[in-house]
């Protein structure tokens, strides 16, 4: 029976081979790139959701694994079985995640994902549900993602390992079931992901070829791990990934992520509490798991209370000077080093997710070649992540790719997924498209600058315009206000909760009444943007330290104003660490990375004209004809980021000015292609 099961499935893999091979032959002379991955992409979902080559799945639940310090993490162990649910005697490739929100969470997903026709009806349900018309195509958006294969990817796929993996889910320290206190992605967190692949790889039922999988948390350790080359790592698949957390997500340009920090502390901070129940009934209760829950509570809390209540500068406490000196240990730890990945890497990202600033440059980082390494960015926000997926004319499931991905190079299937293009983008203003490389080639960086001439086009602070040389000079003045509490920003920074209202995630137009506008006049044909944006500011303040937020839109000839995409700094923290920055060829900066440290913090003069650069996330769009370009400044982005309490304090929440002065002006340096801008 084991002979027969083993000739079948060979047959079927030489045969996936032979579509495989053909169908990459015929894109290959059509030269169509094609998101979905035509005939290939066609054939990766056949295959993920066909017959499955073991009926059942065997659960070892919370299995220990010792680290090095005598720490011990907790695993359940998902194994393919017979049908009288006996886990299989051959070897099989491992698929490792490591989750910080129990893995209790993965396995109630797995089980409601497996009850008989539940899954398959609500999948069917909400592809087709729509709110739009009602103003909430933010909430269809996020019920989109299911049918994406998004919660597959988050926690088990039973059709994974059923088709001849083994899938090890494991609490990080601290967290769950597992001992520790919870470190955030530090130094020992990370080695703890060396230490599990290597034990994994060496399990009997393994076949020493390790692969992982997860999303957000889950796979900003995948990159952390594939950094320190565990031997056994040879694939990864990390959906929505950040590498620089500090500027993705902690501290963005200075500003303290409100809108998502504390609520997702409080999540994990809460689900680490919940005790293993089975343990208690049966006296196996492990008493070092709540010696170490009753030593840190409440894991990093105190830093966040420390940035909104400490009144100056002078009284920052140690712990959270550490954020604010680039040497630290934590700094360190949650600084990445993508370039040191050298194994096959699917990268998953958003326009408008809490990571967007590093996945398209973890991308381009990854040491390998172009047919080990992939990009999809996709027009989503953190809760819709994989929204739209599966759909005709989009890239497949995330599920699906993830099978893809594991079957070429853990198993050594010539499925074709290494052909798949390089780089597939929602593009904004448009759709789905690929391409050789991101930013797309051809983009060619232009100023276009800041002017008081009225537009006629918003009711704003200001309504402004861009143009291709300076104007007369001027000065404007924008005061903090709270109206992006009503913007795709806000959006954003809450995961996308604030987005479920289209009036506020889809148009800007009540966000720009308390913002300077300027806006280009309509464009003349298609215009493609594509890459990272930087506004150089020429800025007068009334205090000591300010801040900024900036965002780059595309308005509708019905005057609709669409976020491409935002940035923010705080005043003082400007100071540029040139040896990270990038430029274009005209030398104007791409992404100015300021270094965000207290030592090198530039306090204002109030009153003297101060040169301030504000990088924005990279982007893809395209301006269709007729449409305009439209920069907002803002003197505040609540919820997205508010600045450290101390430096709030300095700012003493005074107006800012925007100084026009055709010797020293104010300009955007944008990536464009096409006639369409003046």
Request: net charge negative.
């Amino acid at each position: 029976m084991i002979r027969h099961r083993r000739l079948v499935r060979s047959a079927v893999a030489t045969l996936v081979s032979i579509v495989a091979v053909a169908a990459a032959l015929v894109a290959a002379q059509t030269g169509q790139a094609q998101p979905d991955g035509g005939a290939l992409g066609a054939q990766w979902t056949a295959t993920h959701d066909g017959p499955r080559t073991y009926p059942n799945v065997h659960i070892d639940w919370d299995v220990p694994i010792t680290m090095s310090d005598g720490t011990v993490l907790k695993g359940n162990i998902y194994r393919p079985a017979d049908a009288a649910g006996r886990p299989i005697e051959d070897k099989t490739p491992t698929i490792v995640n490591l989750t910080p929100y129990t893995k209790l969470v993965g396995n109630v997903l797995d089980s409601a994902l497996t009850f008989p026709v539940l899954a398959d009806a609500l999948t069917e349900i909400f592809k087709t549900f729509d709110l739009s018309a009602f103003g909430l195509g933010g909430l269809t958006e996020i019920t989109k993602a299911m049918p994406a294969g998004t919660l597959r990817s988050f926690g088990v796929d039973r059709k994974l390992v059923q088709s001849g993996y083994t899938q090890v889910v494991v609490d990080v320290r601290g967290t769950g079931f597992s001992q520790g206190t919870w470190q955030v992605f530090g130094e020992r967190e990370q080695l703890d992901g060396v230490e599990v692949v290597d034990w994994a790889a060496a399990q009997p039922w393994s076949t020493g070829k390790v692969g992982m999988t997860g999303i957000s948390y889950s796979a900003i350790n995948q990159l952390q791990t594939a950094e320190r080359k565990p031997e056994a790592l040879q694939a990864i698949f990390p959906i929505v990934p950040g590498s620089d957390l500090l500027r993705d997500i902690a501290a963005t340009g200075a500003g303290v992520g409100f809108g998502f920090l504390p609520a997702w502390l409080l999540a994990v901070n809460t689900t680490k509490l919940i005790p293993d129940v089975k343990s208690m009934v049966d006296g196996t209760f492990d008493w070092k798991w709540l010696a170490d829950r009753v030593q840190d509570p409440m894991t990093f809390f105190n830093y966040f209370l420390a940035a909104l209540t400490v009144p100056s500068v002078d009284a920052i406490p140690p712990h959270l000077m550490e954020l604010i000196q680039d040497d630290s240990a934590i700094r360190q730890s949650w600084l990445g080093h993508p370039d040191k990945v050298d194994i096959p890497t699917f990268v998953y990202g958003g326009w408008h997710d809490i990571f967007t600033y590093s996945s398209p440059r973890v991308y381009n980082a990854v040491d390998v070649p172009d047919s080990q390494k992939k990009l999809i960015m996709g027009d989503i926000y953190h809760l819709t992540t994989g929204s739209g997926n599966g759909l005709p004319g989009a890239p497949p499931r995330l599920d699906v790719l993830q099978r893809a991905w594991f079957d070429k190079w853990l198993k050594g299937i010539d499925n074709g997924i290494d052909t798949y293009d390089n780089v597939t983008l929602w593009q904004q203003g448009g759709g789905w498209t690929s391409t050789t490389a991101f930013p797309r080639p051809g983009m060619d960086y232009r100023r276009m600058y800041l002017d008081s001439a009225p537009s006629g086009t918003v009711a704003s602070v200001h309504d402004g315009s861009l143009t291709t040389a300076p104007g007369a000079p001027a000065q404007l003045t924008v005061a903090p206000g709270l109206a992006t509490l009503c913007s795709r920003d806000s959006a954003t920074g809450t995961a996308g909760i604030t987005g479920i209202l289209d009036a506020c995630a889809k148009d800007s137009r009540i966000s720009e009444t308390s913002a300077l506008t300027f806006t280009s006049a309509p464009v003349r044909g298609p215009t493609e943007i594509s890459g990272p944006i930087n506004l150089h500011l020429n800025a007068v303040h009334d205090a000591t330290d300010g801040y900024w937020s900036v965002t780059v839109n595309d308005v509708a000839p019905d005057g609709r104003s669409t976020v491409l995409t935002s940035g923010q700094l705080t005043a003082s923290l400007r100071k540029v660490d040139e040896g990270r920055a990038t430029r274009s060829a005209n030398g104007d900066y791409t992404d100015p990375y300021p270094v965000l440290t207290l030592d090198t913090r530039q306090p204002l003069v109030p009153g003297q004209p101060t040169i301030i650069d504000i990088g924005l996330t990279a982007t893809d769009a395209i301006l269709q004809p007729g449409h305009r370009l439209r920069v907002d400044i803002y003197a505040m982005n609540f919820p997205r980021g508010l600045p450290l309490r101390p430096l709030l304090n300095e700012s003493e929440l005074k107006p800012q000015h925007v100084r026009l002065d055709p010797a020293q002006p104010s300009w955007i340096n944008i990536p464009v292609s096409g006639p369409g801008l003046p």
